[in-house]
């Protein structure tokens, strides 16, 4: 993804001085590794799958990227795609190294900031270590991350081997009382996704959780939700009838029971198969009957081109910028006056 960085011009009659520098301790570390995420075990998911997906696409891949599930026969928690791979020297840049990144010159890539691949640090119950094993060129090598004495991350390549396979996985184990949360927090990023992924190890309890009877019917969800939506907020034990009055398909009542109620103002946008809440108080913070307006117990849901809206830097929020503010007005806006006209 094309970064947006605002780089600020100041006419000053000052010589340029020394670049100031950091002091990567513990406690930086930490800020870029999990003090960041709200939400660690979604984003740990929706980083490292956004750039599996990357990796597919990039390679022409029409395989599906897999998705482990840690269960009790296999507490293992993994990622794998089918693409190119990557060398050791190439693992130990893109994972070891906060702020790299392949994917700064283009509009393609969902991925940019270079923290995304560092999230599995996050997540402290095994603490914060992960496996990277990556196939390239016939040669496949095993890397560890993990967070030594001094809680600060380090890197070891475990060797390497002969293979004719190629892709990449990022595996780590999973405390037992954390296998539903990651079953739970992957929903809305699969929903959302470019792409389904083949779901391993528990794809019967996938489907249960999230509500669906069968994987077609989650294809049905997806697919509607790549439309621009601006329908009725409907209960998940609505009546068939009252989903068919709105337009809306059955099989979408697990995502009004599993995404949208943890969305505060019943308005989604997705940008690069990512879904953002929208906070209607950052969009139209000093009128109060335009954000009524907008939500009227409707779900809405918006998509804009990779690179279009501005982030935070863990991904889970919105930045609400000026262009991020004036480009959310305008589309929030057409779309609630369009509803409006042809439900007068």
Not at 82 to 98: L, N, P, Q, R
Request: glycine share 6%; with cysteine.
């Amino acid at each position: 993804m094309i970064m947006n960085q605002n780089l600020s011009q100041v006419d000053t009659n000052i010589e340029d001085g020394e670049v100031m520098g950091l002091e990567m301790n513990s406690m930086l570390y930490s800020v870029l590794s999990d003090k960041m995420y709200q939400n660690p075990v979604q984003s740990i998911i929706r980083e490292i799958y956004s750039n599996a997906i990357d990796a597919n696409t990039a390679a022409g891949v029409e395989k599906p990227v897999q998705v482990h599930f840690a269960n009790s026969v296999e507490p293992v928690f993994y990622i794998r795609d089918f693409g190119v791979g990557m060398t050791a020297d190439e693992v130990i840049k893109v994972f070891g190294t906060y702020g790299a990144s392949n994917k700064r010159d283009n509009n393609e890539q969902i991925g940019g900031l270079g923290l995304g691949a560092k999230t599995p640090f996050a997540y402290k119950k095994n603490g914060g270590m992960f496996t990277v094993e990556s196939c390239k060129d016939g040669i496949k090598s095993t890397t560890v991350f993990y967070k030594g004495s001094d809680d600060i991350p380090r890197k070891k390549l475990l060797g390497t081997e002969e293979s004719n396979d190629s892709g990449t996985k990022v595996s780590f184990s999973v405390d037992e009382s954390d296998f539903n949360d990651f079953i739970r927090e992957s929903i809305p990023v699969f929903l959302f996704a470019k792409q389904m992924p083949e779901i391993l190890g528990a794809s019967e309890k996938w489907l249960e959780r999230a509500g669906f009877n069968n994987f077609e019917d989650v294809e049905v969800v997806r697919a509607f939700l790549t439309n621009e939506l601006d329908v009725e907020k409907l209960s998940y034990y609505a009546e068939n009838e009252q989903y068919q009055e709105a337009g809306v398909p059955m099989e979408m009542k697990p995502f009004f029971r599993n995404v949208l109620e943890r969305y505060s103002n019943n308005v989604i946008v997705e940008m690069g198969g990512v879904p953002y809440d929208v906070d209607l108080t950052q969009v139209f913070p000093n009128d109060y009957e335009v954000r009524n307006f907008i939500e009227n117990g409707r779900a809405k849901v918006l998509h804009f081109p990779i690179g279009s809206l501005d982030f935070q830097s863990s991904r889970e929020r919105l930045n609400y910028t000026e262009r991020t503010v004036d480009s959310l007005q305008r589309r929030l806006v057409n779309l609630a006056l369009r509803t409006f006209k042809e439900n007068a």
